[in-house]
């Protein structure tokens, strides 16, 4: 192994390579607690070649590369498991590398955040549209297209952030630095285009948790922010998860073109108000679900009427406005206005800290996640003891001194 960190020392210098068993640790673990295995090497490259020599070396030698961002993946993909391999930590890559304003395309290096860029982005009155996940503050551009973020905001109008993407430079395993969309063409000027240069090569690299390779550049579409937004919470009436899912399916089938629509279930307003998570939520009286929606338009014409549009369903479906100011537990505001987009989830999973490795994000239609609710809910009452000793565990073991 000393041979192999000698020949990497030489590619990124002292100053960017480390066998520190503090420093191994410290890039062993995700988000979570769990500790699966210690890197051999940690190191941080500045740019692509750097990336490219490395990639070469550990190809020649067989060892395992994990490229990691901000390392808040929660299921173990930026860590290692087995107690093996190099950390390529991507963090120092995070430099605007070009704006297009008139083509509306922004280009990254892939270890910039959602934050840093949408930070630089607004001064400009432009925005990526979807925000990347919900851990956007931190979590980089890079780990979000391997891993096709959606959740941090906008994602109801512009989906998941792959859907934005343009194109990508990757290092492959081999180190060969490869192109994707318009510039796969060698006459292309700049990134415009993903489409159209035969089958989609960058759709291979999305969610592909960088097993196919080392995204060092990303282009992304860009959009104008609307100059109007409008956004409101609702509680909920009983049978909250079939009304929530109506509420959602006709805000589509209506063609309204939400922001941002999320059903929070009574649980979770709940606990996090009486935990203290959420406080603007502690005055409610009922702690029932709550609904919320977050719509934009680039007139105040414009606002008002979808906005009546928007009212007239949840007041046919019997919701309940909180009010219009986030002390009303208006949580739509908080969201759009305050960033809170990136903090809802930091919220939720600080609940449970013990429980992170056990969460998992899946997809469902609309129609289907009140039946997937319930049936999940059954499966907890079945498994109640067997669930009971796994926190027990849990908090024993990795909590040492935490009360149950
Ligand atoms: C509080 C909280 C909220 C979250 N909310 C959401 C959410 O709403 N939606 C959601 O989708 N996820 C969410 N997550 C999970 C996670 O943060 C995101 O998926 C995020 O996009 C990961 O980005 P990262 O930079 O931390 O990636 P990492 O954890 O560093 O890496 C993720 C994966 O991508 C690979 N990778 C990273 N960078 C590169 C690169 N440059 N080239 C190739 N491969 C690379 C890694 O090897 C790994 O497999 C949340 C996590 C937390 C803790």
Redesign the pocket.
Known sequence: MSDIFNKLEKIVSEKYISKDIYVRHAYSR??DIVLQGVPDIVIRPKDTQEISEILKVANEENITV?????????????KPIGDNGII?D?KR?DNIVNLNEENLVVTVE??I?WAKLNEYLCHFGLYTGSM?????M???????????????GGCAKYG??TNQLVSLE?VLPTGEIIETGSQANKYSKFPFNRFGNGPDLAGL?CG????F????K?SLQIFPKPEFAEYKTFQLPRKEREVSAKILNEIRQRGIDVYDAMYIMDLIVRLTANEGYMPIWSQLKKKRGLIFYTIEANTEVELDEKVKLLDNIMEANKSEDLGTEISNGNIAKWHYEEQGHWQ???N??GIFPTM?PLTA?CFSPINQYPKILDDIDQWDMEHDQDMRKIFEWLVIVLLPGVDQ
């Open positions: 995700n988000v994990i490229p990691r961002g901000a390392g808040i993946c929660e299921f173990g993909g930026s390529l991507m890559m892939a270890g955040s990347g996940p919900g851990s956007g931190t979590a980089s551009i890079g780990g979000g297209i391997s891993h096709h973020s959606v959740g941090g998941a952030c990757v690299f592909d948790n960088g097993i390779g080392v995204k060092t990303v809802f989830y930091h939720l999973w992170q994000e």
